[in-house]
């Protein structure tokens, strides 16, 4: 029987989190921007160090200055994405306030900042200025690309370990979805 780990997606509006999942789930990229209302989820099965962890992924509607996150759908998750757009800085300022938020329910759960659209890595904000301006440099952090598909794999394999090595306060019961 499989461990089962919630993962919620975290960060602004139109940073790339749908197109993460789509990518990491059924291995395709839409450039159709289609926005989340509320959550979706989904579930892929990974192996880390011969274990077999079906990741279930709520991808959170992302916020604005309209949305704001619903931290209920925050409950139960055993780790979670801060998504950025790489070429929008004010998304990074989002992920942070998000992080801020996300930190008062789940307390001290793994989570990775992914930086999205690596393929346009020419057009990046200076993301090292922003990890020291608000002190995030210790954030564990990845480069992905939805639309080429690198890092993405490793993202949630690199989250997936996390949440397997932070035992404190979890169990492998099932996740509810």
Known sequence: ????????????EAVGKTSLVRRFVQGIFTDRYLTTMGVKIDKKTVFIAEKEV???????AGEDELTQ???????????????????RASTFQRAVELWKKATEVLAAVPFILVVNK?????????????????NCNLWPLCRTSALDGSGVEEAFLMIARLMLSDRAGSTDADVSS
């Open 1 to 12: 029987m499989p461990i089962k780990k919630k993962i919620c997606l975290l960060g602004a």
């Open 54 to 60: 079906q990741l279930i992924v709520w991808d959170l």
């Open 69 to 87: 996150l619903r931290t209920d759908y925050l409950r139960g998750a055993s780790g979670y994405f801060l998504i950025v757009d790489g070429t």
């Open 118 to 134: 690596s393929d346009l890595f020419a057009e990046w904000f200076p993301l090292e200025e922003s990890l020291g301006k608000y």
